[in-house]
């Protein structure tokens, strides 16, 4: 075939077809451009999930005629005029890409009245007849009760591409696809109202918010979360250019990341060096396979960024990724050292004052709550009751319990705490084991770092192994001993472990040195030094904990479990993951017992 070049139609099409995959990025696309109109409220209306019609309607700044018939051209911006523009983008569009996309696959509406105009006009464009589209005055009333804004009408999406339309799914499946772009845009703009509907129904309907309840709001459905919010500090190593604020629905966990929400400068990502730089820290905090509910806000300077890597600005690119990694990566560890990482049981139903849950996690001193302490208890931690005493000695350490009333022991498993407006249960067995893992690394990593101890066995244990990996366990029986094993080969396929580290506990010892050996047959690499990280992999079985659920503990074991595990590095997690404290609200229980509706 000779060469030619395409008719418009079909480039148009091809190049459409990068830009709008679904439903959902056509509502991506134009709810960011009635953000950058200014618009102040935006409804997204969907009829058959969006494949019969998309409908977007804005009260921002609406378009003269002239742009109004400019707007569909392929590179026609307002956005940007010059090379040197491009260094700097503040809007979340740019490429001019957008409308000519939609129109290339929809029957595409444009109302639009602009700022100071007395006229509304509508530009009609299909994909067969771009030449001949019309601007006509006509009439019509209001935009969302603002005399000037927008409204897109795009009409049977994809339904002369039978190819794109067989991909789309079904119906609900694409309108919750468009939710969680509407919401994770509402996400970016708080000050700004946004109500979905669909069909008849209404999904979403925010209200102008502070940035924390529409975290709160969106990730949190509302429901009585403690959210805690940290923002980076002025020391920024990039020189105040760049800021971070968090916001974290604390104990909620979800087995995806649906709810984890990046946004730069206004702009929602899917950036993967992000969710590394976010979820890193939270190894220690959530169950492997959890993840957390959490809002990370970047504002930076936008010339360190290159937002044009992908027609679509999901991703983008840093100047100084290191350094942008390193302070989210600290933000979020400091944030989980300061605050904690309890699990939480939510409210059924969303509870009037949420503020009430909320504490930040700057300013982490617990005020103890105004119930009975030492003078009416004996089973107060001990911090407390020193704390009563000696409230001139500033500083005795708060912890998340001081002055919380002990309320006894339930099923022999678990502490309760009265925190005035919550109960709290302490899993003894699951503190227990974290607090012998943090005795443990603190003799080896710890500021009075001390030789492995050992703990002699009065009978050895043998533990098999694969014999094909012999050598493999040879070249890493040091690191056992370094940790204060005695241990060696017995045969080819045979340790025999004559000692123990006295953190270990005899608990179950025969499965958890076969889980060790395990282990240490999986560690990689030939730099066999012994650092936190291999640590952390060799010994999370380590602490098999002496105090089990079912034992029955007195009083004072509980405070000094409770003192102990506070002062613990991550005292929110038994080394595997599992909670140590779990909160449960008044609310809860006055739900229960229907003293509140
Ligand atoms: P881009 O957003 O990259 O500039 P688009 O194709 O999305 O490209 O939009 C083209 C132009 O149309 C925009 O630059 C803007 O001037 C105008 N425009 C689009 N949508 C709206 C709207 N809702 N309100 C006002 N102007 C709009
Ligand atoms: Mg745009």
């Known amino acids: 075939m000779p060469i030619q070049v395409l008719p418009p139609a079909v480039a148009e099409r091809i190049a459409a077809g990068e830009v709008i995959e679904r439903p959902a990025s056509v509502v991506k696309e134009l ?3 009635s953000i950058d109109a200014g618009a102040t409220e935006i409804h997204v209306h969907l009829e058959d999930g969006g494949k019969a019609l998309i409908e977007i309607t804005d009260n921002g700044s609406g378009m003269e005629p002239k742009d109004l018939r400019l707007c569909i051209e392929r590179h026609a911006t307002s956005k940007l005029q010059t090379l040197d523009d491009l260094e700097k983008i503040a809007t979340l569009g740019f490429r001019g ?3 000519p996309s939609v129109a290339a696959v929809s029957d595409l509406t444009i109302l639009s009245r602009a700022k100071n105009s007395n006229t509304t006009y509508e530009l009609k464009v299909t994909p067969f007849s771009r030449d001949k589209s019309q601007c006509d005055p006509i009439t019509f009333g209001h935009f969302l009760n603002s005399p000037h804004g927008t409204r897109m009408r795009a009409v049977g999406l994809f339904s002369q591409i039978p190819a794109r339309l067989k991909f789309l799914k079904s119906q609900a499946a694409e309108v919750s696809q468009v939710r969680e772009w509407v919401e994770r845009l509402a996400l970016t703009h708080s000050h700004i109202g946004f109500k979905l509907t669909s069909n008849e129904r209404t999904l979403v309907n925010l209200r102008p918010a502070e940035e924390s309840a529409r975290v709160r709001e969106i990730l949190g459905d509302g429901a009585d979360f403690p959210l805690v919010s940290i923002s980076s500090g002025e020391d920024s190593p990039i020189h105040g250019a760049l800021k971070l604020r968090l916001h974290w629905l604390q104990g909620l966990s979800l087995p995806q990341t649906r709810r984890l929400v990046q946004v730069v400068n206004g702009r929602a990502l899917r950036d993967r060096m992000l969710q590394q730089a976010l979820l890193s820290s939270f190894k220690q905090a959530l169950m492997p396979g959890q993840f957390p509910a959490l809002a990370l806000f970047v504002e930076v300077d936008p010339a360190l960024l290159d937002l044009n890597v992908h027609p679509t600005k999901t991703e983008i690119r840093f100047l100084n ?7 989210i990566q600290s933000l979020v560890s400091q944030m989980i050292g300061q605050a904690g990482a309890p699990a939480y049981v939510p409210s059924l139903n969303s509870v009037a004052e949420p503020e009430r849950f909320q504490f930040e996690a700057q300013a982490f001193s617990f005020t103890p709550p105004a119930v009975s302490t030492s003078q009416h208890s004996p089973y107060t931690t001990h911090s407390t009751s020193e ?3 000696n409230t001139a000695l500033p500083s005795v350490p708060l912890h998340p319990l001081s002055g919380a009333r002990f309320a006894g022991f339930l099923f022999n498993t678990y502490l309760l705490y009265d925190l005035g407006q919550e109960l ?3 899993d003894q067995h699951a503190a227990h084991e974290r607090i012998r ?15 492995p101890q050992t703990q002699a066995l009065l ?8 014999a094909e990996f012999k050598s493999h366990v040879l070249d890493r029986l040091p690191l056992l001993s370094s940790l204060g094993f005695e241990v060696e080969l017995f045969s080819e396929d045979t340790v025999l472990f004559r000692g123990i580290p006295p953190e270990w506990g005899n608990t179950q010892l025969r499965t958890r040195l076969k889980n060790l050996i395990e282990r240490l047959i999986s560690v990689e690499g030939t730099s066999l030094g012994m650092d936190e990280a291999l640590f952390e992999k060799l010994a999370s079985e380590a602490c098999h904990s002496a105090v089990r659920a079912g034992d029955h503990l007195e009083p004072l074991e509980a405070a000094s479990i409770v003192e102990q595990l506070f002062k613990c590095e991550h005292p929110w997690n038994c080394p595997h993951g599992r909670p140590t404290l779990v909160k449960i609200p008044q609310a809860r229980l006055e739900e229960w017992f229907i003293r509140r509706v």
Do not use: D, W
Not at 321 to 327: G, P
Not at 459 to 466: A, G
């Open 31 to 33: 709810i960011e451009n």
């Open 97 to 99: 890409e957008a409308l």
């Open 321 to 327: 990724s290191r350094e942008i990694f390193h302070e």
């Open 387 to 389: 704390a009563a005493q």
């Open 424 to 426: 709290a249960l302490v």
């Open 437 to 451: 893992f943090e005795k443990l690394k603190n003799r080896m990593f710890g500021a009075n770092a001390q030789a």
């Open 459 to 466: 009978i050895p244990e043998s533990v098999t192994f694969p």
